[in-house]
């Protein structure tokens, strides 16, 4: 655990952060893995002072992000689930939640592999995901008598994607919407859903008053390096379309691009995700390049 400001709590092993808002009344922002959130548990059970978990927060709907809720909600079982509205109707699906358990579980495979976690995770329950609660731009929850956590639509990666913006701290919880650090110095564009989106979400964050930037994965950003991180960011989503553009304009096959794209991005923390399931994914980077030409 990491105390990151006076209201802010870091946990997780930097390959998927939690964050816990709060002190005698909190929220449990991102959900992770089932490895993850077995991780999660191992730390809060050494945790001393533990608030009242009122909420825990989704910030989108990705396997890697929702499937360690089973396990949080045995944690937490009167904490309210929170995620936007296109989060929910995908969670609430059978078919999608099934196939992304099934990524689950192949993640726990691979941290077991590699020493993170020592057994794989028990996970209660494995089917729709349901959300208690609502959110979108505009909308704000409260902890306690004056912490408030302001919710911001931070579409581009995902459609479904929120952050959460605690201005009393100057902290911003982006989850995948400001990149992936998949390496040291390395910043995977991820425009899974549409370029100029991610563009102006990036866009969006450079102009709040931050000292702390928090992503689901990787370091903390912190003080004067969060503008510089951000810039990093727009550069290399920049430099990604321009050099996937003009392979397309080469007529250089599609495929073809998309095996250059995995093989560019698919390093560090991502390696521990399914092969398959990545390739799929950054071949998304391509087709939303195509769509702009």
Known sequence: MQQLTQNVRLFGNGYFNYYLAGDEEAALIECGTSAGAHIFAGQWEAFKDKPDVKYIVILHSHFDHVCGLPILKKLFPSALV?????????????????????????????????????????????????????????????LGDNLK?????????????????LESDGVLLASDAAGYQSAPGEISPVFFQNYDFYMATLKRFQNLPLKVLGMAHGDIIQGEAVRQYLRQTTKAAEEAFAWIKEDLHAGVDEEQISQKVFKRYFKGGLSYYPADIMYSTMKLLVTNVKAKL
């Open 149 to 165: 956590l302001d919710i911001l639509d931070a579409p581009g990666h995902s459609a479904c994607s929120v952050a959460v913006f």
């Open 82 to 142: 929170v995620a936007s509205s296109g989060a929910r109707k995908i969670l609430s699906k059978e078919k999608a939640m099934a196939s992304a358990f099934n990524s689950d579980h192949a993640v726990s495979e691979s941290y077991l592999k590699a020493g993170f976690i020592d057994r794989l995770p028990e996970i209660p329950e494995s089917g729709p995901i349901a959300v208690d609660v609502v959110v979108g731009e505009g909308d704000r929850l409260l």
